[in-house]
């Protein structure tokens, strides 16, 4: 069965603490995406990444940054995490090309919370 | 700019009967995806149906179907014969043709009740 791993499926930091949230996918995808999901305002995309070595921002990537490294892992860091980052954060991979519009499979959350 | 629009917040419907998600969109794309994901408390989102903007046929997974109105827009989830693992909330996204970015609706909280 192939998968997304999402390392912590809950994680509680200190205000101003260098968070890393770990992705791994075992499907051998190209594409790999960080969103972050909170109440009344769906899924929004933090950052992505076509291929290792290459990121692009998303629609909310200010606080954030990104990595990766391995075609099969793909880390989204909270530089210096503040409380309005408490959330939800949800990884997803897909094909590329003519297959990603089969869609995303997406890892199960980690649910962060900063004090 | 591609946006998506789930007008309903929360939805309850009784076991065994059908009730019908909301979705509009905008684009001016005419290649495109439209999907239907559902996140069960369990947070794992999982693939409820896809529809290729291209086909006219509706799309249709067992008890669930979908009524895509191209020219207004429009992608509604039906599902039929609810069962109480349907409860769960549903995101409406878009995909254009050449992209692999989705573009995510609000969702709608949809519990079954027994």
């Known amino acids: 069965d192939v998968k997304v791993t999402q390392s912590s499926r809950y994680l509680v930091k200190r205000t101003g603490e260098k968070v890393f949230l770990e992705c791994v996918q075992d499907?051998?995808?190209?594409?790999m995406f960080w969103y972050r999901q909170d109440p009344g305002l769906g899924l929004r995309l933090i950052y992505f990444?076509?291929?290792?070595?290459?990121?692009e921002k998303g629609d909310i990537p200010e606080g954030y940054s990104v990595s990766r490294e391995k075609k099969e892992r793909f880390s989204l860091i909270l530089e210096s995490a503040s409380t309005n980052q408490t959330s939800m954060y949800l990884c997803?991979?897909?094909?590329?090309?003519?297959?990603?519009?089969?869609?995303?499979?997406f890892g199960s959350g980690t649910r962060l919370t900063v004090v | 700019a591609q946006t998506v629009t789930q007008s309903q917040p929360e939805m309850s419907v009784q076991e065994a009967e059908t009730v019908t998600l909301s979705c509009t969109y905008d684009?001016?794309?005419?290649?495109?995806?439209l999907f239907w994901y559902k996140q069960p408390p369990s947070r794992q989102m999982i693939l409820v149906i896809r529809?290729?903007?291209?086909?006219?046929q509706n799309a249709t997974e067992n008890r669930f179907s979908v009524n895509f109105q191209k020219a207004a827009k429009s992608f509604s989830l039906k599902i039929s014969d609810s069962q109480l693992g349907d409860t769960a909330m549903y995101f409406c996204?878009?995909?254009?043709?050449?992209?692999?970015?989705?573009?995510f609706g609000t969702g709608t909280s949809l519990t079954v009740i027994p």
């Open positions: 997803a991979s897909s094909l590329s090309g003519g297959f990603a519009n089969y869609g995303y499979t």
């Open positions: 499907m051998d995808h190209e594409n």
């Open positions: 990444s076509y291929d290792v070595k290459m990121k």
């Open positions: 684009t001016s794309e005419s290649n495109y995806y």
């Open positions: 529809q290729e903007a291209y086909k006219q």
């Open positions: 996204a878009f995909m254009k043709g050449t992209g692999n970015q989705f573009y």
